[in-house]
């Protein structure tokens, strides 16, 4: 057996045995008491966690507080941006979730009291108290990192990271293009939300130029100087998009000195880049419900105990998904997931008296490349000097030169592995 099946090998026994560990009921915090956990973040953190902990001990009262009353998966919009998919695939309700006894609460935070342990909403209602909590606000954007990147080009030239409206709008700007018209892409640095993203998002676009529009080129310019898993995205645009996509690194000019809305100029140290259509992800931190808690640190982000997912700031709330500080593992639905499998095991051992059980977490990532070719990284990771690392050997990349069946099987995959999470988180 070769070192990277036997680590395919041990990463499947590893998320089958993190997907067990809330399967059994823990006991309940006293005779006759009904703790209440609040979990903010509707996503695949959030509302992952709160099933979880439903599962964990059926007599935790759990209300989840989400922004609407469906919610848009980033995981595959890439496809839908691209005419690949239609992106209402995107869309999933909460049915489900209040099905199992959750209170599914549609508002917004507007005022955390860590000390009195109560929250505040925006619909007026009376605040709710909460024996714990736990945040799994996602992330916001940072605007004004350069001159000219404001509310408006925002607007006009989408990150595409959180609804469906954006994803739509790039979708027809891409549409509407004349062929020989330039698409650039702008990406951030590090930490970001799902670090191959933007490079999935310059492939298939590439793939729906390459079809319907040849004259046209995708440009992403790179506030770094590598970016994940780049050997098999570059393979990938040298077998698949030949001439399609330029991707321009830091010490090339790829980071972004200003931009101009009214023209869809982005400017570079280096160059002027004219776009037909532009998607800028800028940097970012910690989602809002973040700073009203007082859990993110200066970094703008959250400092988490890597046993609980406790805060390490405010006593009594728990930080998951894309805002925690996690040490090596990524920013990624998959990741939010094992995090909240993780933090309501945590829970409910401490509402019950117990010490939680140290956890070993798992992360997969695929990208797509086209409709039929996919890459991917999957990761193990473990507690080790108070934060996580990754298992020995690191993740798993696809492997480099691989035949167009492995590229296939991952796409395959990949389409799965969507379903599949959606279907446990959401459905």
């Known amino acids: 057996m070769t070192a990277a099946r036997a680590t395919r090998r041990q990463f499947l026994k590893t998320t089958a045995a993190a997907a067990s560990v809330v399967a059994f009921p823990a006991p309940m915090l006293a005779q006759g008491a009904r703790p209440n956990v609040v979990v903010i973040g509707g996503g695949f953190g959030g509302t992952a966690c709160a099933r979880a902990l439903r599962k964990a001990d059926p007599a935790i009262a759990i209300t989840l507080i989400t922004s609407n009353d469906r919610y848009f998966a980033s995981p595959h919009s890439n496809a839908g941006i691209a005419g690949l998919t239609d992106l209402q695939q995107q869309l999933f309700s909460y049915d489900g979730v209040g099905a199992d006894g959750i209170d599914v609460k549609i508002a917004t935070a507007t005022a955390i009291d860590p000390v009195k342990k109560t929250v505040r909403f925006n619909t007026g209602s009376e605040p709710l108290h909460y024996e714990r909590m736990v945040m799994s606000p996602g992330i916001q954007l940072l605007k004004g990192f350069i001159p000219g990147y404001d509310d408006r080009a925002m607007s006009r030239m989408p990150a595409a990271y959180f609804n469906g409206g954006e994803a739509s709008q790039l979708r027809g700007e891409l549409e509407a293009m004349e062929d020989g018209g330039t698409v650039v892409i702008s990406s951030p640095v590090n930490p970001a939300r799902c670090p191959p993203a933007p490079y999935e998002r310059a492939s298939l676009i590439a793939h729906y130029l390459k079809a319907k529009k040849p004259k046209s080129k995708v440009i992403v310019l790179d506030a770094k100087e590598s970016f994940t898993m780049q050997k098999l995205f570059e393979a990938a645009w040298a077998e698949l998009y030949p001439g399609l996509i330029e991707w321009i690194g830091l010490s090339n000019g790829g980071a972004l000195s200003e931009v101009d809305v009214s023209t869809k100029t982005l400017s570079t140290d280096f160059d002027k880049y004219k776009a037909a259509v532009a998607s800028i992800i800028p940097p970012q931190k910690a989602g809002a419900a973040a700073e009203l808690a007082g859990v993110a640190d200066r970094t703008g982000w959250c400092p988490v105990d890597p046993l609980t997912f406790e805060s390490r700031l405010q006593k009594g709330i728990h930080v998951i998904g894309d805002a925690a ?42 990208s797509l490349i086209a409709p039929d070719y996919a890459i991917s990284q999957k990761g193990i990771y473990r507690q080790a000097d108070d934060q996580y690392v990754a298992a020995e050997g690191g993740p798993v990349l696809s ?21 599949t999470i959606t279907g446990e988180v959401f459905g």
């Open 325 to 366: 500080i996690a040490g090596a593992m990524p920013r990624s639905a998959s990741a939010a997931q094992s995090q909240a499998r993780t933090c309501a095991g945590a829970i409910a051992a401490l509402l019950s008296g117990k010490t939680p059980a140290a956890p070993t977490l798992t992360s997969s990532c695929y």
């Open 399 to 419: 492997p480099a030169n691989a035949p167009r069946s492995t590229r296939k099987t991952d796409a395959e995959q990949a389409y799965a592995w969507f379903k």
